[in-house]
Structures are given as C-alpha cells and as structure tokens.
C-alpha cells in the first residue's frame, strides 16, 4: 500500500488491476471511547457542485440507486471499528467528475478530540491502495478527508484533508447545498404514524414550511471549495472559480431525530401488527419458507442457502447490501445453489454460487454455509478457494453463525499469493443478515410492499428456532473449565483456554450490538480503547489476564442516540451480570433540584436500579431507584461536596450453561443489555442525550 501526504494524489489504476470498484475507508480512536463522526459522500459535476439532493450520501440516504456509492457502515478493526464507503467507478455517471468523501461531528464535538485519522483505499478484492493520515486536526467539526476525480479515462485519488469549523452545513454549501435546521424538519414518529399499515405504502407528507433566510445558510454565487488545487494538466477536477451558481438544494442538517425530504417513497412494515383473524394463538400464520420439518443439519444448510440467495436475488436492496462489502459492483445479479465444479477426481459442491454481471463482466463468490453449532472446514474452504482461483471467480464467501474477529481467523485457509488471480476470502454471520433485513424493512425502506415482505418472510425463517441460523449461541468448550476454575480459584494465569473465552466474549459483544441496532434502527457498536496497529491478540491476552486475576469480563457499547457509553461486566465469581452508564449532573441552580430532575428522568426505570452519585473521581452515596425516589437528598453527599454525575447499574443473575438456552450466559447477557437500554437509556435519551436517529 502506497501512503501519500496531504495534497497529493495517485492514479487508483496504475496502483491496481482491480481498481474499477474500491472501498473507501474512514477510521479514527478515541482514547475515551466517546469519539465518533458520520460519514458522508458528494458526487460533483464539472462546476463542482452537486447535480441534485440525490447526490449526497449520508447516514439517512446510504446508497445511489444506480449502485455507484453504498455507506456500508461500520466494521470491527484492528483498533476500533472503521466507516466504510463502497464506489462503483464504472457505474458512476459521466457527468460527475469528482466524488468527495467527507465526515462530520455532532454535540460540540471535534475532530482533534480524535487519534489517528486516516482514509484508506482499498480494490474489490480488499487489497489496500493507497492510505493517507491526517494529523493536523484540532477544532474543526467537519473534514473531507480526500476525493476521487476523473482524469481522461482513468480515476485518480487526492488526499485533501481540509477541515471546517462550521461542521456539516459549512462544508455542504460550499458544493451549492442549503441546510435546513431541525425545527424545518417533519417528525419521524409523526411521519411513521400516518402510513398505512394496510398497503405498507407511506403516506404522502405534507411539504415543510420554508425556512427562514437566517436558518438556510447559501453558497455565494461564485464561492468555490477551499480544497487543495490540482496539479497542473488535472483540468477536470480544477476548481470551479468561476463557476456559476446552482440553485442550492435542500437537504437535512446536522440533525439526528429527523428523516430527510426524500423524492422517493421507501416501503416498510407498520411497526404495530394488524388485528390477527385467527381463532386461537394455536393457529399457525402460512409461512413462504417453512421451517418445522427440518430434521439434519443438512437439510438446514440447503434450505437456509436457498432461501437467502433467493431473497438477494429477488430484493436488490438486500442482495447489493450483503456483496457490495465484498467488491462485487452493482449489476444484475443471479444466484445458484448445489452447483458442481470440476476438482481433481471428484467435482466439488458449493453451497451457492453468486453471480453479478455489469457492462459484460461478470463476478463470481463461491458460498459455502453452516448452520446451528457446525464450524467451517478448512479443508472444504480450502479447495473452493482453489477452485475459485483457477477458473478466475473473485470470492470465497463464508456463511455461519460465527462472528469475526479482526485478528482471529474463523477458518485458516491459505491464499496462493504466487497466483496472478486473487481470491478474496470473506465471512457473514447470520446475525448480520438478519440485522440488515431488519434495517431495510423496518427503518430503511425497500423499493416495493413484495420487496418488504419477501424480507419479512426472510426474518421469520431465521429467526424460528428451528432454522439454525440464529448467529452466535455457544461460548465455546473453554467455557465450563474457566468458569469452574474462577469458581474454586484454580485458573492460573496464561491459561490459553481464558483466551478463548475473551474471544468469544467479543463475538457476544457484537452480536448484542447488530440485535439492537436493528432494533432500533441506529449504530450501535462495540468500543475498543486501542491505538492504531496494536495487537488484537495481545489485547484479548491482556483481557484473560484480568479474567484469571479478577474473575470478570468486560466491554462497552455505544448506541447512537444516547449520550453515554454502555458498560457490561460479567463477574464469574458472583454470577452477576451488570450493565451500567455514567450520565453528568443536571443543570440546576441546586443540587437537590438536580436530583429531583433525575428522579423524574428515572420515573419509568426499573425500581432496582441502582443510583450512585459521583463526585469527580470518587464515588458518593447510592441506592436503589425505590428507595430514593421519595428521598432524592440521599444522593447528596453530607459535606456538600459538589456532586458532577451519577452511575445507573442494573444488575441481574448470570446464566451457568455456555448455549443459548433460557438458562445460558449468553442469552442473559443479552436480556440484560436490552432491559438496560429499554428500562434506562431509553428514558435519560430524550434529555440528556443526542438526538436518536435512523440508520
């Protein structure tokens, strides 16, 4: 990979043979966990503005209907998660001359309140490019990071790195955008109330009142992008100096809470089912796929392989949403299962095949699926990578209920690097399929009412207990002798089987985080307080340590929306599993009026959750909600020291078995942190946190 400084710029084809569809990566840490940005796209004409609103791409418009730009969203990384953007260069119009990657904060937050930003571009085949950093950040509340632009018939990337103190708005209008504030903005939930629940058809919104001159700031008439000039002979990506003035076009703010006008209607379920015809609960509905007659592991491959390419053929939402992370483009795209491929003396069998033409070219995945407990097979994954090379297919994908890990491989299998075709090794987890089908139908929006149920129909079969395809369920064979040696003080530190505990710690993490995000319709991820090129492994090792030491295991989530960074500690001495958020003081002239104003913040909360103030770095009084309630000064401390917040705790009983049972860890693992989010998060959001938004 090719770094480059501030400024300079790089032709994406004389860096890689496969470089007509590259992903675009956007990464950052943050010391305390708190950090994040949005990331957004810009695709430019010759005047270097943008031709309409449908030519900027941000969290609440994630992919260009042409497949050009998709907002993947975040991926686990070696320190933290990273922003990725796929860009199909071939389907980019011919009239946009220069794509702008940009991200933006939000709440007063600044990008020097960040380590390590970086944009990196990397092939199809995931092959990384060209990679720039950016380490001059300070007070700047939006950045473009850097920009793709046409030369001739080629691209060439520009690392620009020019940042803005007027955050999203300042940025947009120099590109001919107007931003309109959140009080112009019609109300999510007043919008999603008036849908129809019986044609899935959103109803038509009444227009928004204009907003005023003082609240839409506009692009003078000849005002041009501060970026940084290309060099001489790039006459299409000049600056537009003395271009004339597009009519600004309006699109949403910086604004969390509220869904952007939008010119094209989006279907999704009514949140609220009908009213069932049924007779009784023993009435079964009529199901697309069904699931009861499944007996053997094999029959839950085949079925669950054929239902979900199916549906990925048939919805192109879904279908590009799960292969676009993968390097396939936008195209028609058709699906194959039980396929027979030549391999020494006996052909070999994939699961399924994937297939996407565009503009006569075709790519080509190879998919193999397990279901339930089953793992991969290195040796099958191996000759299908095999395979795949020889006859010049572009992946290998893998399909199971494991999760990745950076750093830890779900199945090994070699790549031949002498081989002048590269295979591309990928893997999803069923978790994560039905995480992006819960997006599309109940927050996103599909193209049509068939689209949204055949995605229903999908979620039903994956979520039914007897599909298999239930995503991360078993903590794994180390589980029971760990926590019998925390138990009788046994476990010695080192023990490599403490390791793999962490690690499948990790993938619980992250499967709480795709099972609320979906929920919920927002980010939510897992925190990793890590610089950039630290070890995955050394820091899981040091995690095992402190699981040896102290008999814990911890980790912290965000969810978008909320101001604080959700912690989950499970003790394996107590059997206790314990969620928690550190929220500041309300503002008050008085501390008792600040208690008071939490109390009833906490009205609808648990009445075992527990309070404790906080008084800078020690820890003042606490108790449960249902003690303090008719008391709020118990929070107090009695020398008047000024308390700054206060610390919310659940705390509930941890399952023993490693499954997903009623009585598993895993399963309690998750009720805990969705009783924590909904009985608590929930309620202090509306006041205390950012404004929740739609994915």
């Avoid at 000039?229 to 597009?246: K, N, R, W």
Wanted: contains cysteine; aromatic residues 4%; glycine residues 10%.
């Amino acid at each position: 990979m090719q770094e480059i400084p501030k400024g300079a710029n790089v032709s994406l084809t004389a860096l890689g043979e496969d470089a007509g569809s590259v992903v675009v990566s956007l990464s950052w840490t943050s010391a305390s966990g708190a950090g994040d940005a949005d990331v957004s796209v810009l695709l430019l004409d010759g005047n270097g503005r943008v031709r309409s609103d449908n030519d900027f791409y941000f969290y609440n418009n994630p992919a260009a209907a042409d497949g050009s730009v998709q907002l993947l969203g975040k991926t686990p990384g070696e320190s933290g998660d990273e922003d990725r953007i796929s860009v199909d260069l071939a389907a980019v119009p011919q009239d946009v001359v220069r794509i702008v990657i940009a991200a933006s904060q939000y709440g007063g937050a600044r990008f020097g309140d960040l380590d390590d930003l970086r944009m990196t571009v990397a092939d199809r085949s995931g092959e990384p490019l060209v990679g720039f950093c950016i380490d001059d950040a300070s007070v700047e509340t939006a950045f473009i990071f850097g920009e793709l632009y046409r030369r001739g018939e080629e691209w060439k990337f520009r690392a620009v790195g020019q940042g803005y103190e007027t955050g999203l708005a300042g940025l947009t209008t120099d590109f001919g955008i107007s931003v309109e504030e959140e009080s112009d903005l019609p109300d999510a939930h007043d919008a999603d109330a008036h849908d129809d629940p019986d044609t899935h058809e959103p109803a038509e919104r009444e227009p928004a009142a204009a907003p005023s001159p003082e609240a839409v700031p506009k692009a003078p008439a000849a005002a041009a992008p501060p970026v940084a000039a290309p060099p001489a002979g790039d006459l299409a990506a000049a600056p537009p100096s003395a271009a004339p003035a597009a009519d600004p076009v309006p699109v949403p703010g910086q604004t969390r809470g509220r869904g952007p006008r939008t010119t094209k209607k989006k279907v999704t379920l009514p949140k609220v089912a009908g009213k069932s015809l049924a007779e009784n609960d023993s009435w079964r509905p009529a199901r697309l796929f069904p699931v009861p007659s499944l007996r053997s592991d094999k029959e839950r491959e085949v079925r669950a392989t054929s239902v979900l390419l199916s549906v990925m053929a048939q919805v192109p939402e879904l279908g590009r949403r799960l292969t676009a992370g993968f390097g396939a483009p936008a195209g028609r795209m058709q699906t194959f299962t039980e396929v027979a491929l030549p391999h020494g003396d006996a052909p070999r069998r994939p699961d399924g095949v994937i297939r996407v033409e565009r503009a006569g070219r075709l790519w080509t995945a190879l998919v193999e699926t397990k279901t339930n407990g089953n793992p991969l097979k290195a040796d099958q994954v191996q000759g299908y990578a095999d395979i795949a090379a020889r006859r010049g297919y572009e992946a290998v994908i893998t399909l199971s209920n494991d999760v990745a890990l950076e750093g830890a491989a779900v199945v090994d299998v070699k790549i031949d690097g002498r081989r002048k075709h590269k295979v591309s090794l990928w893997h999803l987890s069923w978790a994560e399929v039905a995480h992006q089908a819960q997006l599309l139908i109940r927050h996103e929006g599909v193209g049509n009412a068939a689209h949204a149920w055949l995605l229903q129909e999908l979620l039903a079969y994956l979520q039914h207990e007897n599909s298999g395809c239930h995503g991360f369920q078993n903590m794994g064979p180390a589980w029971v002798p760990v926590r019998n040696g925390i138990e009788d003080e046994t476990l010695c530190r080192g023990d490599a089987r403490a390791v793999d505990v962490v690690e499948n710690w990790e993938r619980l993490i992250r499967q709480v985080c795709l099972r609320l995000g979906g929920e919920l319709g927002q980010k939510a991820l897992p925190v990793q307080r890590a610089r950039r090129g630290s070890d995955p492994r050394a820091r899981r090792e040091e995690a095992a340590e402190v699981l040896c030491a102290d008999g814990r295991l911890t980790a912290e989530l965000r969810v978008d929306g909320t101001g604080g960074v959700i912690a989950v500690s499970a003790d394996l001495r107590t059997g206790k599993v314990r969620t928690s958020v550190d929220v500041p003081a309300p503002e008050a002239a008085y501390p008792l009026a600040g208690a008071k104003r939490l109390m009833r913040l906490l009205a609808q909360a648990p009445a075992d959750l527990h309070v404790q103030s906080l008084l800078g770095a020690e820890q003042g009084p606490r108790g449960t909600l249902e003690r303090l309630r008719p008391e709020p000064g118990d929070l107090l401390p009695r020398d008047g020291a000024p308390v700054t917040g206060f610390r919310l705790s659940l705390i509930k009983g941890m399952g023993n078995t490693r499954g997903n049972t009623e009585s598993g860890f895993i399963r309690s693992v998750d009720d805990s942190v969705d009783r924590f989010y909904h009985g608590v998060i929930a309620h202090l959001g509306a006041a205390e946190g950012r404004p929740g938004r739609r994915n």
